[in-house]
């Protein structure tokens, strides 16, 4: 345990921080408590392929042909959810690799096989796959929200006011009854 002086020594060099002052300092903390990226605020995280994810949104731009700042709001969502998706397919490869990566030495420094860990680690000795299924369901929650409210807007949209939009009906095809985070 740290004693009275330490502590007081400790508040005072505290004071004297003021964090990253390089634009790539402030990058870098930025994803400091970023571990899986599965719930991360960033779309992109170090490591992934920006070309890829910016053909996603302009092939999901281009068939879902969103008019107005609510409707492309929705599709940089429905964007989002889908990298979120993928990234998920490879965390799950990754807890996969990493339970094998003992026999497998070379596998070692896979990006994937980090990834698996920090899953693992994540999870704190809970049920990896567990709570790995629990993410998957929240995160396609999302997915078919947002989906479904951009068909309910672009439906309104259509029928200038001639016909009711449809009614945004939320159905659970998880099978997984009051499963949360």
Do not use: C
């Amino acid at each position: 345990m740290a004693s009275k002086k330490q502590i007081e020594a400790n508040k005072r060099n505290a004071l004297k921080s003021s964090g990253p002052k390089t634009p790539e300092g402030k990058d870098t903390a930025r994803l400091n408590s970023t571990k899986h990226g599965l719930l991360s605020q960033e779309i992109l995280l170090p490591g992934e392929d920006g070309e890829a994810l910016k053909e996603l949104g302009e092939r999901l731009r281009a068939e879902l042909q969103p008019v107005g700042e609510l409707e492309s709001l929705l599709v940089e969502k429905i964007v989002a959810t889908h990298w979120r998706m993928q990234r998920l397919e490879r965390v799950e490869a990754g807890i996969f690799a990493f339970d094998l990566y003992e026999e497998l030495e070379s596998m070692r420094s896979a990006d994937i096989v980090t990834l698996g860990k920090s899953f693992i680690w994540d999870a704190n000795g809970a049920n990896a796959f567990s709570k790995l299924s629990r993410y998957q369901t929240a995160i396609e929650r999302s997915l078919y929200k947002a989906i479904h409210e951009l068909q309910r807007l672009q439906a309104a949209r259509r029928a200038e006011g001639n016909v009711s939009p449809p009614a945004a009906v939320d159905v659970d095809v998880t099978g997984i009854a009051g499963e949360g985070l």
